[in-house]
């Protein structure tokens, strides 16, 4: 089994991460990093490069690292992917050379496999049956194992990525004797940890979610027509081209797509909600929905609880931008304490990858976020973020908005302490790097000089979600892992608790 090399050309070295969250763009971002968006359209008679351009750019923010997207023609693939940003990724001239009735699109941010562009996705690989394109947004926690059995069947792996393992799975399946369905099942049995992924074969599309629905993945339809449809990781890709939210692809589920319209297999024996929580927080763009309502919509209901657990006495209150926005508007609804912006967000700074130079760092110029001083001037400020990784962006914001005049800067988390490494997808640190692993509240709050320091409670935060507490993964604040993660892996982040594994 040979996997397919892009034929493109090449536009090296704009792999930098993109941060979005840290003052610098230079800098190591403070937060944790979407893993991958996902997407694909079955739509013949319609231009499905270009409509899968304009998903995977509803999708960025889950991926700024490479783009990639793998077209069909009935006869032939054509992909194009490389690092960078969707829009640096492909131009008119290259969409238009991609023709096909069904499309595949990746974005991504590395977490298993180095940022490298043999990496990006999709991964193409060649069966008995003709080749197909996969699209992974998760990760896998038995990648070693599985890469292994693969390796004694001579799979010749091109790179290091758990994505290219679940396409060879599928691969060794179909050339075993299996069709694309019963091949795809085959292969899904085999992996262990997240996996919303999106196959295109010459047979049809394939949208297939793990047993727990870690990673999102939603149906679209296009245009009312029963033959068009569209998957994606979240709805924003599917309203940027007008296609209607159909359903969620419900965890340890197949959905195959073809001429004859959509079918559905439930393929994992006790499958169960565990979708991460952390989508709902933060990952998730907030116009995206999850449980039939924008994630904005729980946000705010956030703040509100965040409100109702640790209101101080505050002149005004202002979100981190842009995430802890809709969280500090719902604190403000629910405490009755002015909402004020009092950072601007230099929202193309992201799009350079020039260093600042040194002279700038040494004065503090702030590229991302700037302060409004005269909003903030001689106020008590209450200022919400989603979460806390590190801490080292957080004592910047306090230390800029005390030089823009507040008078004392009250920070408030609209989720519980990051205690946790994650295993599933999201790059977080090891253990003894995230910050709440290793400090009290007090502590924390000392160390970024706030005036005060209170966290959401992981009550509050399962219970705005409206749903069954249960059906969330929420590992990262409480080390339950709802998926076991083998003891090698697990003793690579968790550096705090060696003993006990
Ligand atoms: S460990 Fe945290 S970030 Fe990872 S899937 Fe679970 S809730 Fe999400």
Redesign the pocket.
């Known amino acids: 089994m040979d996997f397919y090399q892009p034929t493109s050309g090449s536009m090296q070295d704009v792999s930098h991460s993109m941060d979005m969250r840290s003052l610098h763009p230079s800098e190591p971002s403070d937060k944790?990093e979407e893993a991958c968006g996902v997407f694909g359209i079955y739509a013949p008679a319609e231009d499905v490069a270009k409509l899968t351009y304009f998903g995977l750019y509803a999708l960025q923010h889950r991926g700024q690292e490479s783009a990639g997207i793998a077209t069909f023609d009935g006869t032939t693939i054509h992909l194009h992917k490389e690092m960078g940003l969707v829009s640096q990724v492909f131009n008119e001239s290259i969409l238009q050379q991609m023709p096909g009735r069904m499309a595949v699109g990746h974005t991504r941010y590395s977490t298993t496999g180095s940022s490298r562009v043999v990496n990006a996705q999709p991964a193409v690989v060649e069966t008995r049956l003709g080749s197909f394109a996969l699209a992974h947004n998760g990760n896998l926690v038995n990648t070693k194992a599985l890469r292994d059995e693969l390796l004694q069947r001579q799979c010749n792996f091109n790179t290091t990525t758990d994505s290219e393992a679940i396409a060879f799975a599928i691969a060794e399946a179909v050339n075993d004797g299996e069709d694309w369905l019963d091949g795809a099942i085959t292969a899904c049995k085999r992996c262990h940890g997240?996996f919303s992924l999106v196959v295109g074969t010459p047979a049809g599309l394939m949208g297939v979610r793990d047993p727990n629905g870690?990673r999102p993945l939603v149906i679209g339809t296009l245009g009312n027509n029963p033959h068009r449809y569209v998957l994606a990781s979240e709805t924003c890709g599917l309203d940027i081209i007008g296609a209607e939210y159909l359903r969620d692809v419900e965890p340890g589920e197949l959905v195959w797509i073809t001429e004859a319209g959509i079918a559905s297999y439930h393929w994992a024996q006790e499958p169960q909600r565990k979708l991460?929580?952390?989508e709902m927080i933060y990952f998730a763009r907030p116009d995206s929905l999850m449980h039939n309502e924008s994630l904005y919509t729980y946000r705010l209901r956030l703040g509100r609880q965040l409100a109702k657990e640790s209101l101080v006495a505050a002149d005004m209150v202002m979100g981190v931008p842009d995430s802890g926005i809709p969280a500090a508007i719902g604190f403000s609804q629910a405490s009755g304490i002015p909402y004020a912006e009092g950072l601007i967000k230099n929202r193309y700074v992201g799009r350079t990858f020039i260093q600042p130079t040194q002279m700038m760092r040494e004065s503090g110029i702030k590229m991302k976020l700037n302060p409004l001083r005269d909003v903030l001037a001689g106020k008590r400020v209450i200022i919400v973020d989603d979460s806390i990784v590190r801490g080292t962006t957080s004592r910047k914001l306090v230390k800029t908005l005390r030089e823009a005049g507040a008078t004392e800067v009250h920070m408030r988390i609209s989720s519980p302490p990051v205690t946790h490494p994650?295993f599933?997808g999201?790059d977080t640190d090891n253990q003894d790097q995230l910050i709440a692993a290793t400090k009290s509240v007090e502590e924390i709050g000392k160390q970024i000089e706030v005036d005060s320091l209170a966290y959401l409670s992981w009550e509050g935060m399962l219970l705005a979600t409206g749903e069954d507490p249960n059906s969330f993964?929420?590992?990262?604040f409480t080390g339950d892992y709802p998926v076991a993660v083998p003891e090698p892996l697990k003793r690579s982040k968790l550096m705090l608790e060696k003993s006990s594994v």
């Open positions: 944790q997240a870690i991460c929580i952390f994650c599933y999201i993964c929420s590992a990262c």
